[in-house]
């Protein structure tokens, strides 16, 4: 089945500082490939995704990339704030081509807190 | 609010016991999700109904475990003979696919519901 390699966490940064968040997965077929974020308190919400190679997903001031070749997405934003705190999931989502079709498949998390 | 919703919100029984939860997705959403998510974790696929139809099932879903969908709307995770492994929060999410594609579309999901099994 699909898995998810997430950049162990937590980070702790400063505000205005560049973040990046590291997802490597693997999956049969051609996924397509979120980032979902959870703020303190609240439900899981999308934050962007990709259903393409090459594609650049982006929302908030966050961008991720859909990398076939090293099966990778990971997010960056080039100037945190506080808001931002929150933990994020990597997830790729199965296709019609593979074995985990339409489901998603989350990484652990990565708990993100940035400082004033 | 035409998310989508879960109820209990949070549900505390004894080992042993029963329980059952319920998802309300967006209403024109034909795919519903049941994932389960303990501490520190991501979420976990449990089940998937497309429509009424149960189409996926986790190897995490044992026979304790059991999900309906009756009329493709509403859906109910029931639980029997609670175990404390089971205590986690439990997430139900929809989407919409159209025709046999469910890729690419966005799953919404709802508060969740925490059981605790004491």
């Known amino acids: 089945g699909d898995s998810v390699t997430q950049m162990e966490g937590p980070v702790t940064l400063s505000e205005e500082a560049f973040l990046t968040i590291n997802c490597t997965y693997t999956?049969?077929?051609?996924?397509?490939l979120f980032w979902y974020v959870q703020y303190p308190g609240e439900g899981l919400q999308l934050l962007l995704k990709?259903?393409?190679?090459?594609d650049k997903g982006s929302n908030k001031g966050f961008e991720a990339t859909y990398r076939k070749e090293t099966t990778s997405f990971h997010l960056e934003k080039g100037s945190v704030q506080v808001s931002d705190s929150a933990v994020y999931f990597c997830a790729p989502q199965g296709n019609a081509g593979g074995t985990s079709y339409g489901k998603l498949t989350f990484g652990q998390g990565t708990i993100l807190t940035v400082h004033p | 609010d035409t998310g989508v919703s879960q109820n209990p919100r949070h549900k505390i029984t004894k080992r042993g016991q029963n329980v059952t939860f319920r998802c309300d997705p967006i209403?024109?959403?034909?795919?519903l999700y049941w994932y389960r998510q303990t501490l520190g974790q991501g979420p976990e696929f449990l089940t998937y109904?497309?429509?009424?139809?149960?189409?996926?099932k986790s190897r995490l879903l044992s026979d304790r475990f059991s999900a309906e969908r009756p009329k493709g709307s509403f859906s109910t995770l029931e639980i029997q003979r609670t175990e404390q492994g089971d205590s986690a929060m439990y997430l139900c999410?929809?989407?919409?696919?159209?025709?046999?594609?469910?890729?690419?579309?966005?799953?919404?999901f709802g508060p969740g519901t925490r059981l605790t099994v004491l």
């Open positions: 209403s024109e959403h034909n795919r």
């Open positions: 109904f497309q429509n009424e139809a149960q189409l996926e």
């Open positions: 999410a929809s989407s919409l696919a159209v025709g046999s594609s469910g890729s690419g579309r966005e799953q919404f």
């Open positions: 999956a049969t077929g051609y996924p397509s």
């Open positions: 990709a259903t393409k190679a090459d």
